[in-house]
């Protein structure tokens, strides 16, 4: 019953920035274990951030420091701060949530039952 809505894809330059946001409906974004994953043409769906139900952060490498994970309560929704993007970012960005608990260190796609529908996010040079 929980859904997920992702919405702010676009595309930019290297070097832009973007914001992801992800509207949580029948569930209750403070309880869950929520993540980010980017999937592109032929390849697996990576883990590219996580936050646990009391916020806990983790990161892929290659995004640390460029990107953001967070989350509104209030707004029961998920945001995805992305910086100094690169072409490599480029993907379909999916919302994945969880009642939890997660099993932590490798963002996996596995550990979430809950998926958006993907927002696409292209970075031109």
């Known amino acids: 019953q929980v859904h997920l809505v992702e919405s702010g894809g676009a595309s930019v330059q290297a070097g832009g920035s973007l914001r992801l946001s992800c509207v949580v409906s029948g569930g209750t974004i403070s309880t869950l274990y929520m993540a980010w994953f980017r999937q592109t043409p032929g390849k697996e769906r990576d883990g590219i951030a996580a936050?646990?139900?009391?916020?806990?952060?983790n990161y892929l490498d290659l995004v640390k420091g460029r990107f953001t994970i967070s989350k509104d309560n209030a707004k029961n929704t998920l945001y995805l701060e992305m910086t100094s993007l690169k072409p490599w970012d480029t993907g379909t960005y999916y919302c994945?949530?969880?009642?939890?608990?997660?099993?932590?260190?490798?963002?996996?796609?596995?550990?979430?039952?809950?998926w958006g529908q993907g927002t696409q996010v292209t970075v031109s040079t």
């Open positions: 936050i646990d139900a009391d916020g806990t952060l």
């Open positions: 994945a949530a969880d009642h939890g608990p997660i099993l932590w260190g490798t963002i996996a796609p596995d550990e979430y039952n809950n």
